[in-house]
């Protein structure tokens, strides 16, 4: 049942990934007074199954010169690695009381950084390489504030089980008395799925495509397709620890949806920052105020035992 489960729950999940690239693409072009794709279809819904059959019947590179088995796994493990962290997702035939939930988000969004380490370097291009050492500079600066977030949490809850959360926010959401907090995990959310204005390992407009120029065809799309999961699996985690976390309402997903809205919003609002700017807000100011609220927290404990 619950292999069953876990591949009814695939299956949505990249049909939600499909239509959430359609969101993008259409909220995109009407904030830049465009219309977005709208042929394919009844005004544009099927253009994510036009988009996937073009992706998928494309002719993949061949390198001469790199790494190929390196080259052409890492973009299958990155996609694998995207599919494990939906294992926490929250059903009735699922991990739904895991009580290491929050530790085993935690390594498996560390692994992440690897996929784009090892097919930027393995498929030989310098644009790549570029990509690839300021993500590997990104994710890593921003995973400890982002890590150091979660904490905070979990020593208040004294628990790594994501349960917790709903439980713990019936009365009162962590939001309203850790709101800085929350910006601060959503920053760091940004930049670890390399979302605008944090987009640095991608820069089209300097890097070509970034870390995926050498991919085309299946290649690329796995890519694609881990990016978005991405995404949505942490709108979801956002939701759950700092929106109420009541997974079983339909408004548990609304919020989700805003928080998905919120990334394109944002793509279409900011420009990219620069790189030292990137640097410079998660060394001096996100990880101070993490630091503060983590004492804090301890302080808090202490009185309270």
């Known amino acids: 049942m619950f ?3 876990f591949l009814v729950l695939l299956g949505l999940i990249l049909i939600s990934v499909a239509f959430y690239v359609l969101l993008e693409r259409k909220v995109l072009g009407y904030m830049q007074m465009r219309k977005g794709p709208y042929k394919v279809g009844l005004v544009g819904l099927l253009q994510p199954f036009s988009d996937a059959i073009k992706l998928f019947s494309k002719e993949s590179y061949f390198l001469y010169f790199g ?3 390196i080259y052409y ?3 299958l493990i990155g996609l694998l690695t995207s599919m494990n962290l939906w294992c926490l997702y929250p059903s009735v035939f699922n991990l739904i009381s895991f009580p290491l939930g929050l530790l085993f988000f935690i390594v498996c969004s560390s692994f992440m950084v690897y996929s784009i380490l090892l097919s930027s370097w393995s ?3 310098c644009y790549s390489l570029i990509g690839c050492i300021r993500s590997v500079a990104q994710s890593i600066s921003y995973e400890v504030c982002m890590f150091l977030v979660m904490f905070n949490l979990i020593f208040f809850l004294d628990s ?3 349960i917790k959360f709903f439980h713990a926010q019936h009365w009162n959401w962590f939001l309203l008395m850790g709101y800085p907090l929350f910006l601060i995990l ?3 959310i940004l930049a670890e799925t390399n979302r605008s204005p944090f987009d640095f390992s991608e820069g089209e407009s300097e890097l ?3 870390f995926n120029t050498e991919y085309s065809s299946f290649n690329f799309s796995f890519i694609f397709l881990a990016e978005y999961m991405n995404m949505i699996f942490m709108s979801l985690i956002l939701s759950l620890m700092f929106l109420g976390g009541n997974f079983f309402s339909f408004i548990f997903f609304l919020k989700m949806m805003a928080l ?3 990334f394109i919003w944002i793509r279409g609002s900011f420009p990219r920052l620069r790189y030292d700017k990137l640097m410079m807000i998660c060394w001096k100011i996100y990880l101070p105020i993490s630091l503060h609220y983590f004492f804090v927290f301890m302080n808090i404990l202490v009185f309270i035992y």
Do not use: A, E, K
């Open 186 to 188: 959503y920053s760091c």
């Open 67 to 69: 790494n190929l088995i």
């Open 160 to 162: 790594f089980n994501l």
């Open 73 to 75: 796994l890492m973009p």
């Open 3 to 5: 292999f069953l489960n």
């Open 123 to 125: 498929s030989n291009s």
């Open 208 to 210: 070509v495509s970034g």
């Open 260 to 262: 998905n809205f919120s």
